[in-house]
Nanobody, 125 residues
Framework: LVQLVQSGGGSVQAGGSLRLSCAVSGPVYSRPCIAWFRQTPGKEREGVASIVTTRDTTWIDDSVKGRFSISQDNAQDMVYLQMSGLKPEDTAMYYC??????????????????WGQGTQVTVSS
């Protein structure tokens, strides 16, 4: 059984930084691809960053490129989303998710089968 438990998030002023953490459990073959998504009310969930944990291959959405990064700690089964230069438009509920395969459409939420509980990020101007 794959489980994802998120931590981090909160409120920050524009220009600040936050780090989100995702603790992943379950067989690695079931969840080599981990991604971060975000969603605001009335909008579709959008992919922010993803990583193939077995190869350290990463993708970053253009909207956050240069500000956000995704990383992992294999020993701890943790995946992180480091966010810097935060803007009010980054305010959203953030989710981590896992998939068996994501080389095609690595930021498409329909690729992902397992989801964390979500954590709110609020950026004030």
């Amino acid at each position: 059984l794959v489980q994802l438990v998120q931590s981090g998030g909160g409120s920050v002023q524009a220009g600040g930084s936050l780090r989100l953490s995702c603790a992943v459990s379950g067989p690695v073959y079931s969840r080599p691809c981990i991604a971060w998504f975000r969603q605001t009310p009335g909008k579709e969930r959008e992919g922010v960053a993803s990583i193939v944990t077995t190869r350290d291959t990463t993708w970053i959405d253009d909207s956050v490129k240069g500000r956000f990064s995704i990383s992992q700690d294999n020993a701890q089964d943790m995946v992180y989303l480091q966010m810097s230069g935060l803007k009010p438009e980054d305010t959203a509920m953030y989710y981590c998710a896992a998939a068996i395969y994501c080389y095609t459409r690595p930021l498409d939420p329909f690729n992902f089968n397992y989801w964390g509980q979500g954590t709110q990020v609020t950026v004030s101007s």
